[in-house]
């Protein structure tokens, strides 16, 4: 899937103190869209590297688990001291995924092999649509 890398306008002069480091650096965040939808795709804070000439992007990720739903008691304004041990807290649940997909909400899709084929040749007809209007010089490569 290509991407387009959009970084986020700042104002001349003062940093955005939300954006300073420890250090004082100011940190830039860049947000890669996929160049037909424009929906977010990822963060610069995974490892990314051009494929292709540059006409595609690996991004590395990794396989992780979180725990969801579990509420304390003492957020919802209990006290587990007077309620004893079988205080009313809330269920978790723990799910696991490839942290990119998770920390962005991308759909999970499945496919047929004959589905996926199509799927691609399509979306390669929309992207090289998008270049021959952006970059022509980048199409000849597709």
């Not at 595609?56 to 990720?61: A, Q, Y």
């Not at 205080?87 to 759909?107: A, F, K, Y």
């Not at 799927?119 to 952006?134: A, F, L, V």
Request: overall charge negative.
């Amino acid at each position: 899937m290509l991407c387009s890398p959009e970084i986020p306008a700042m104002a001349e002069g003062e940093p955005n103190h939300s954006s300073l480091t420890k250090t004082g650096r100011v940190a830039i965040m860049i947000i890669s869209r996929d160049l037909t939808s424009h929906d977010e795709m990822f963060f610069n804070i995974y490892k990314i590297r051009e494929m292709a000439d540059g006409l595609c992007l690996e991004v590395e990720g990794k396989v992780v688990s979180r725990t969801e739903g579990n509420i304390d008691d003492w957020l919802m304004g209990g006290n587990s001291s007077a309620e004893g041990p079988e205080g009313g807290g809330t269920e978790s649940t723990v799910i696991t995924g490839v942290d990119i997909i998770m920390n962005h909400h991308l759909p999970e899709t499945s496919f047929t092999r004959e589905a996926y084929k199509r799927y691609i040749k399509d979306d390669m007809k929309s992207i090289k649509g998008k270049r021959e209007e952006q970059r022509p010089e980048r199409v000849k490569p597709l």
